[in-house]
């Protein structure tokens, strides 16, 4: 694949990360004027996010008008709710970098059919980078292909990480997985914008990155890239149900096997035998946590209680239906 001979998917995602950059560079130049709303603590949404997401709605829509939308400002409630299509958006990724003038935000889009990640763009307005894939034709960065780095111990990588900095995350169980990892790598970084690090890794900058609390619009697009360079992403134990579990791991294949062996007891990802039958056939869903308050509020349908006759474990799915447990 080269730039000039996209998927038509692909150049649509392109032409709205690209229009959605120009909305978020313009506002960017006279940042103190731009309006920001809190969402919940330390969790922002700006004009900047809402107006970026209705360009690149409206670009995905006008060529595509019979496929779905998952945004995160706008949740489900545009596009068509039945389609095998659904486009995961993100408009601006690392808004509290973006709000403090912060160089590092992208724009993030993915699109799934029948929920596996097909097509995909992470786009830095700042730098101009394009991160783009097409399922089983490679990732790129601008005309660059993109290959993850050879480096083989955990000890001599660069790993990539978010911290939980919402109200109600899980704190003590970030800051174990932090110890441990950051005793065992070369350095560990958290410039703040999940898409942005993900596709760091399919450049080789990072050897590997580890997050809990994401959601589906902050990893789609990344996660493609990843694994269209030759990397690995997955859970905490290695597998791929990662989009709806709230727990993300990636690297090049050799220190992606070791981070999952320090992560995978830290998993929040219900096994089949964790799943107990009660008298109505469901495990009772817990309280939600502050991150299911805030897909909720995204227009994310809740979790339903999980059947205990049916496996949780099952393929990638755009939008749930999500295990019922403390995500972080
Ligand atoms: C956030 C960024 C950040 C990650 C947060 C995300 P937003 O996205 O990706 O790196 O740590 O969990 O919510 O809210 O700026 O789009
Ligand atoms: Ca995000
Ligand atoms: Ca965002």
């Not at 399922?135 to 601008?142: D, P, Q, W």
């Not at 111990?153 to 003590?172: C, Q, Y």
């Not at 309280?287 to 205990?308: I, M, Q, R, S, Y």
Request: net charge neutral.
């Amino acid at each position: 694949m080269s730039l000039t001979n996209l998927h038509p998917m692909l150049n649509i995602a392109i032409k709205a990360a690209r229009l959605a950059g120009s909305v978020i560079n313009r506002a960017s130049l006279d940042i103190e004027k731009v309006a920001v709303q809190s969402k919940g603590a330390n969790d922002f949404v700006t004009e900047v996010d809402e107006h970026a997401e209705r360009v690149i709605i409206e670009t995905i829509l006008a060529a595509y008008p019979g496929h779905g939308i998952l945004a995160e400002e706008s949740g489900r409630t545009l596009g068509a709710q039945d389609s095998e299509f659904v486009w995961i958006i993100d408009p601006l990724d690392g808004t509290t970098n973006f709000i403090h003038g912060f160089p590092v935000y992208a724009v993030s889009i993915a699109l799934a059919f029948r929920g596996v990640v097909q097509q995909a763009v992470v786009y830095d307005p700042n730098r101009n980078d394009l991160f783009v894939a097409s399922r089983g034709r490679g990732a790129f960065l601008n005309e660059r292909r993109l290959r993850v780095s050879k480096r083989l111990r955990l000890a001599d990588s660069l790993i990539g990480t978010g911290f939980p900095f919402r109200k109600g995350d899980n704190f003590k169980r970030y800051m174990k997985m932090f110890e441990e990892i950051s005793q065992q790598c070369a350095g560990l970084r958290r410039p703040g914008a999940a898409s942005l690090d993900l596709c760091y890794v399919a450049a080789g900058w990072y050897d590997g990155f580890f997050e809990t609390g994401l959601s589906p619009w902050d990893i789609a697009a990344a996660s493609l890239i990843i694994t269209e360079a030759g990397g690995l992403v997955g859970n905490f134990t290695g597998e791929s149900d990662f989009l709806n579990q709230r727990e993300i791991v990636a690297g090049n294949p050799k220190v992606y096997g070791q981070l999952v062996g320090i992560l995978a007891p830290y998993t929040r990802v219900i096994k089949e035998d964790d799943v107990k039958p009660t008298s109505e056939g469901y495990v009772p869903a817990p309280a939600a946590d502050a991150t299911d308050a805030f897909l909720a509020d995204a227009g994310v349908p809740a979790a339903p209680a999980v059947p205990a006759a049916k496996p949780v474990r099952k393929a990638i799915k755009v939008a749930g239906p999500r295990t019922p447990r403390d995500r972080q």
